[in-house]
């Protein structure tokens, strides 16, 4: 379960070049492998995180719309690829570059997803941050009912501006 009462502060942690943070988790989102990195960025004992959901790292600077992006992609059988700022259990972040596919079974049916996450660019991060933040505030004016397609839209009205795909986009940066 996320602990609610963890309060987010400025202390970042910034991945190596050379690491790689995977974790695997079934259809649902529920962690079932994390690797020594994971473990080391999240700050969590990997007793806490096995058999926990994925949330449990959810940076509350996050806006809702971009997970909802990545689990439309993932349940249509495709990977994405995103910047995602995630918490460590004493309240610091971690920014990431995260690629995520479905795991088929014998059937090609959907029987879990695994993430690899690299060392995103700096520069990256200073235009995604920003539009994360465009896209919070617009989830929160909007209320929790309307706050998804709110936040979607902000990132809509960018691909059209931009003219580029999500994927696009993405490695534009
Ligand atoms: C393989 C996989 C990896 C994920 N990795 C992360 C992650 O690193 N950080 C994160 O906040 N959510 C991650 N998620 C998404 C979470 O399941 C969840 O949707 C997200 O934290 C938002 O939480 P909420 O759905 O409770 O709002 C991942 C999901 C999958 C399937």
Not at 32 to 49: A, K, Q, R, V
Not at 70 to 92: C, L, P, R
Not at 150 to 165: F, H, I, N, P, R
Request: glycine share 6%; hydrophobic share 40%.
């Amino acid at each position: 379960m996320k602990d609610k009462s963890i309060a987010p502060t400025q202390r970042e942690r910034i991945m190596r070049e050379d690491d790689f943070i995977v974790s695997k988790t079934d259809p649902k989102g529920i962690i079932t492998y994390c690797n020594p990195i994971f473990i080391e960025f999240s700050g969590y004992s990997e007793e806490e995180l096995l058999g926990t959901q994925h949330n449990i790292i959810r940076h509350p600077d996050m806006p809702r719309a971009a997970f909802k992006l990545v689990w439309d992609t993932i349940q249509a059988g495709k990977e994405v690829f995103a910047y995602v700022k995630n918490m460590s259990k004493d309240g610091g972040f971690y920014w990431v570059f995260t690629h995520i596919t479905p795991d088929l079974g014998p059937r090609g049916d959907i029987v879990g997803y695994t993430s690899v996450r690299r060392c995103p660019k700096r520069e990256a991060l200073e235009k995604v941050a920003p539009v994360y933040r465009k896209m919070l505030d617009a989830e929160k004016a909007a209320g929790a009912r309307d706050a998804i397609a709110a936040g979607t839209a902000v990132l809509v009205d960018l691909l059209k501006q931009t003219g580029m795909s999500y994927e696009e986009l993405v490695f534009s940066l």
